[in-house]
């Protein structure tokens, strides 16, 4: 079966960093361009940042200088490594798998809270 899990989630302070993984399973990893979304308390899901199948890399405007994502192949892991975390960046972050191509796949991770206070 296919899943995608996230970890690396909690509180940190604002200014801090965290990274977030998110191992997949049950998909053959290079096919899918990976992304990671979040949604705070009554507001829509934005993408933050996704990677394709060769590195390519795009990112939320309010994010990039200080977000990266990144994956590694051969394990089944994309990353997002935050940096300069601010208050606003507080949300659910979930990890995203799909295919660009038909037959079109669409997975998604359980979700992990972040929480940037003081």
């Known amino acids: 079966q296919v899943q995608l899990v996230e970890s690396g989630g909690g509180l940190v302070q604002p200014g801090g960093s965290l990274r977030l993984s998110c191992t997949a399973s049950?998909?053959?990893?290079?096919?899918?361009?990976m992304g990671w979304y979040r949604q705070a308390p009554g507001k829509q899901r934005e993408l933050v940042a996704n990677?394709?199948?060769?590195?390519?890399?795009n990112y939320l405007d309010s994010v990039k200088g200080r977000f990266t994502i990144s994956r590694d192949n051969a394990k089944n892991i994309v990353y997002l490594q935050m940096n300069n975390l601010r208050p606003d960046d507080t949300a659910v972050y979930y990890c995203?798998?799909?295919?660009?191509?038909?037959?079109?796949?669409?997975?998604w991770g359980q979700g992990t809270q972040v929480t940037v206070s003081s």
């Open positions: 990677i394709g199948n060769v590195g390519s890399t």
């Open positions: 995203n798998g799909k295919t660009a191509a038909i037959p079109r796949n669409d997975y």
């Open positions: 049950g998909i053959i990893f290079s096919f899918y361009v």
